[in-house]
């Protein structure tokens, strides 16, 4: 019989990976592989079992992750002498200034460590911010910066204007209610580095200094604001306008002149966005479409539009009219979409009383799946598992399978090479 200690390190290594945390530590025999990187370099580890997050900073030499809210003096004092290199950092900190200067003292130290890659910063202190800031700002090798800076309200010090630091962000996710000169700095900062850039900002866009980033292929943004000027960005290929009061004319220039865009995403969509996104150059090139709409003539731009997007691959829509889901079903069933692969409902959200497997089976969505075959149908429901006592799908105990496993993606073939791991066929 062969024991487990006869098996060779990478099969040990394999087997303990499915172990809890807790028997890792435990187990004396196997101390040595437990500590192996390949075991810690994918575990996320949060504040709630304070045991734990100690143990492992103080015996594990790697994790993925690390969520705390304070953050507390003990975690704080175990960061100080910790070796466990951490890849990404997510702290929430509380307005007292001492959780401040904890704050402080986590980032600094991890980051020393050399393999903080990723911070996910909120704090709630409106007050002062700057000590944190300056923190953050020092960071070296950073890819990633998620930063809250709602309560920032005091201006920078001069002397960061004169600063000099390695430009590394390439990813940044800002949040604040009114402009901010930190996030003027740090997009001067890392402009040569940057690729997506999401900001939660209002209608306070930095314009001018988005300009300046040559490598800007993603950007999120408000479109309450005139971003015809974006026109001239060649590597913009995502745009995603959100909170939207209403469209800026230049928002709507904007999208009309684009040669380059390759996913949209638009928040409280009218016709005229639809229609201007319709008639620019970069209308055959798009390949995914997600759009939020709340008034009805939006589906006949949708109508209009839809044909023009010959590349499509992914269309997302979501309304809180029920029956405007037939009107979609007959535009897709009816326009030619021969690349469209992932259609993307929210039947529940509507409420009209319909059970999943009857609306499922009903005439409009076996016809597209039908005119689609390797379209998937992927339905954003909460419950996917429901019986109901009145459509005779159920009362023919159809889909059993449906109840058992709940897919979310549904389609008119059998599961094939690149199909969703989840896929059902709907119509056998």
Known sequence: MTHLLDLPD???????????????FACRRLRDLCLHRYLWRHVSLDGEN??????????????????????????ASRVKTTNCV?????????????????????????????????LRL????????????????DLRGLKTLLLDATGAQECLP???CDREAEPSLSDLVFVSHTANPFLQLLLKTHAST??????????HVPVSSLLNIPGLRCLRCSPNVDLSPFVALPSLRTIELFDAEGYHRGALQFLREASHLRSVRLWDCTDSVLLALGESPSAPLIEQLVFTFSKRPVLKALSLALPKFHALKVLDVQSEFFDSLDTVWQVVCHEPT????????????YGDGRCLHEWLHSRYVQDVLWTNPWLHLCVRAQNLRGRCNSCSWCLEDCHQLLRRSAPRSFSSHSKKAGCPKDCFDITA
């Open 50 to 75: 304070e045991g734990v997050v100690r143990a492992a900073l103080a015996l594990a030499p790697c994790l993925k992750s690390i969520e705390c809210s304070g953050p507390s003096a003990v975690q």
């Open 86 to 118: 951490v890849t990404r950092l997510t702290l929430f900190v509380s307005g007292q200034s001492n959780r401040m200067a904890l704050a402080i003292e986590m980032i600094q130290r991890l980051h020393a460590l050399g393999g903080l890659r990723e």
């Open 194 to 203: 940057l690729q997506n850039v999401r900001l939660l900002t209002g209608d």
């Open 158 to 160: 001069a002397a960061w």
């Open 122 to 137: 909120t704090c709630t202190n409106r007050r002062t911010m700057t000590p944190l800031l300056q923190a953050v700002y």
């Open 10 to 24: 990478d099969a040990l290594l394999a087997v303990l990976g499915f172990l809890p945390l807790r028997q890792l």
């Open 338 to 349: 021969p690349r469209l692969i992932t259609l993307v409902v929210y039947p529940f959200v």
